[in-house]
C-alpha cells in the first residue's frame, strides 16, 4: 500500500490534560476493505495515533471534538515520540500544518505561534481599551475563570458593508466555519480553529476584546502580501555589499499606511471568490502604483508591466496567522506572503512607485534587523533575505529556544 493515496478522516478529540490524534480509515462497515486495511496497519505500525499531554489542566473547557477528511500519502513506519504539548496556539500550528503547509525558511521561528501586537491598546481608531492580558493567560489552556474581554465591532462594520459579515446573533447568518463558505473562505491556514457559542475563538490565544473591532469576517480575515524586491547597487549597476557581513543587500517596495502612519508591504484582502495571485497583483497596483488614478491608457500599459514583474521567478514566503493589532478573540488576520525579485533591476525600472489607495508614501527600503514594520511583515521580510542569502543582521543570529 506504500506510496497510494487513501482517503482517511482524522479525529481530534481533546479534554482534561490529554489530546489524543487518531487517524483511521474513512470505510466503516464490517468486512469492508477499510477495516481489513485498519487491521493491517495496526500490525505494520504505520497506523498513525498519538497522545499529546496538554501542558495544563483545564477542567473548566469543555471537550472539542473535531473531524475532518484528508488525503495523504502511505509512508513507511516511522517511530512514535511522545512530546509535551507546549500549548494550544502551537498545537494548532505545529501539530496540523502538515494538512496546510507553511513555506518558512527560519526553523526557530516556525515554532512559535503567538501574539503580541494583537494585545496592544488602545485598538486601532478607537478610545477603546482591551482587557490586560497577562502573558501566561494569553494561551486558551490557561484557566481564567475571571476572564471578561472587552466586546467590540466597528460602527462601520455594524453599519453592513458589503464585504463583511452580519452579527452573529441575525437569524438570516448561518456561516460554514473551518469550510470555503460559498465565494467566502472560511478556512484558516493554521489548520481547524475552535467555534464557542456560535463564534469562532482566535487559534492564537486570547486579546482582551471580543467582537470582530475592524475586522470584516468573523473567523480569519485573508490577505495577501506582496514582497517585491531587488539588489540594491550603485551607480555603476554593481551590486552593493554590506561591509560587515558582506552579504548583499536586498531593498524591497514599502508603503506608508493611512491609517496607522506606519510602514508595511503594500498588500491587502482577498476579495470573496478571487485567486490570491491576483489580489496580489492588484494590490500591489493599487498601493505602490496608483493604478486606481490612471488613464485607461495608462492602466493598459501599467498592467502590461505589471504581468511581466508578476510571471517572474517567486515564492511563498509565508501562509497563516498574522500578529495584527485589528485582531480580536473572534476575528484574526491571516496572510499570504510571495516574494517576487528582480534579479537585474530592469522591470522595476520602467514602474515609477507612485502612493494610491491607503498608502500614504511608498520607496525602496533597504532590508536589515533594523526594519520596524506593520504587524509581523519584519518577520515576512527576515524569511526573503534568509531565501536569498542576502544581508540582513550585523551579529549572529540567535539560537533556537528548546
Given at each position: 500500500m506504500r506510496g497510494q493515496l487513501v482517503r482517511w478522516s482524522v479525529a481530534a478529540v481533546s479534554g482534561g490534560r490529554w489530546c489524543c490524534v487518531i487517524v483511521v480509515p474513512a470505510w466503516g462497515r464490517s468486512g469492508s476493505p477499510g477495516r481489513a486495511l485498519h487491521r493491517r496497519l495496526w500490525r505494520e505500525g504505520m497506523l498513525a495515533f498519538a497522545i499529546v499531554p496538554r501542558a495544563v489542566s483545564a477542567p473548566g473547557l469543555a471537550r472539542a471534538v473535531a473531524v475532518l477528511s484528508v488525503t495523504v500519502v502511505l509512508s513507511p513506519p516511522a517511530r512514535c515520540v511522545l512530546r509535551r504539548s507546549p500549548s494550544v496556539s502551537n498545537f494548532s500550528a505545529a501539530h496540523w500544518s502538515h494538512l496546510h503547509p507553511i513555506d518558512m525558511f527560519d526553523s526557530c521561528n516556525a515554532k512559535n505561534f503567538y501574539h503580541n501586537k494583537a494585545l496592544t491598546s488602545p485598538y486601532p481608531r478607537s478610545r477603546v481599551e482591551r482587557t490586560h492580558v497577562p502573558a501566561d493567560k494569553v494561551d486558551w489552556l490557561a484557566e481564567w475563570k475571571d476572564y471578561q474581554p472587552v466586546e467590540y465591532t466597528a460602527m462601520s462594520i455594524l453599519s453592513g458593508p458589503q464585504w463583511a459579515d452580519p452579527q452573529?446573533?441575525?437569524?438570516?447568518?448561518?456561516?460554514?466555519?473551518?469550510?470555503?463558505?460559498?465565494?467566502?473562505?472560511?478556512?484558516?491556514?493554521?489548520?481547524?480553529?475552535?467555534?464557542?457559542?456560535?463564534?469562532?475563538?482566535?487559534?492564537?490565544?486570547?486579546?482582551?476584546?471580543?467582537?470582530?473591532?475592524?475586522?470584516?469576517?468573523?473567523?480569519?480575515?485573508?490577505?495577501?502580501?506582496?514582497?517585491?524586491?531587488?539588489?540594491?547597487?550603485?551607480?555603476?549597476?554593481?551590486?552593493?555589499?554590506?561591509?560587515?557581513?558582506?552579504?548583499?543587500?536586498?531593498?524591497?517596495?514599502?508603503?506608508?499606511?493611512?491609517?496607522?502612519?506606519?510602514?508595511?508591504?503594500?498588500?491587502?484582502?482577498?476579495?470573496?471568490?478571487?485567486?490570491?495571485?491576483?489580489?496580489?497583483?492588484?494590490?500591489?497596483?493599487?498601493?505602490?502604483l496608483n493604478s486606481l488614478q490612471k488613464s485607461p491608457e495608462e492602466k493598459a500599459e501599467l498592467e502590461k508591466q505589471l504581468q511581466r514583474l508578476f510571471s517572474q521567478e517567486h515564492f511563498v514566503v509565508y501562509r497563516g496567522y498574522v500578529d495584527d493589532p485589528r485582531n480580536t478573540d473572534n476575528a484574526w488576520m491571516e496572510t499570504e506572503a510571495v516574494n517576487y525579485h528582480d534579479e537585474t533591476g530592469e522591470t522595476m525600472d520602467n514602474l515609477p512607485l507612485e502612493a494610491?489607495?491607503?498608502?500614504?508614501?511608498?520607496?525602496?527600503?533597504?532590508?536589515?534587523?533594523?526594519?520596524?514594520?506593520?504587524?509581523?511583515?519584519?518577520?515576512?521580510?527576515?524569511?526573503?533575505?534568509?531565501?536569498?542569502?542576502?544581508?540582513?543582521?550585523?551579529?549572529?543570529?540567535?539560537?533556537?529556544?528548546?
Open positions: 452573529v446573533s441575525d437569524k438570516s447568518f448561518s456561516p460554514k466555519f473551518n469550510e470555503r463558505d460559498g465565494e467566502v473562505e472560511r478556512t484558516s491556514w493554521n489548520g481547524l480553529y475552535v467555534v464557542e457559542n456560535g463564534r469562532p475563538r482566535n487559534p492564537a490565544g486570547r486579546t482582551g476584546l471580543t467582537g470582530r473591532g475592524l475586522l470584516g469576517r468573523w473567523g480569519p480575515n485573508h490577505a495577501a502580501d506582496p514582497v517585491v524586491t531587488r539588489w540594491k547597487r550603485d551607480r555603476s549597476g554593481n551590486k552593493i555589499a554590506h561591509p560587515v557581513t558582506g552579504k548583499n543587500i536586498l531593498q524591497f517596495v514599502a508603503i506608508k499606511r493611512r491609517d496607522c502612519g506606519e510602514w508595511a508591504i503594500p498588500g491587502g484582502m482577498v476579495d470573496p471568490g478571487e485567486k490570491i495571485s491576483a489580489t496580489l497583483k492588484r494590490e500591489f497596483g493599487e498601493e505602490a494610491g489607495d491607503d498608502a500614504g508614501m511608498v520607496k525602496w527600503v533597504d532590508i536589515s534587523e533594523k526594519l520596524k514594520l506593520y504587524a509581523n511583515h519584519s518577520y515576512f521580510i527576515k524569511l526573503v533575505t534568509e531565501k536569498r542569502g542576502a544581508h540582513w543582521s550585523e551579529g549572529p543570529g540567535p539560537e533556537c529556544p528548546e
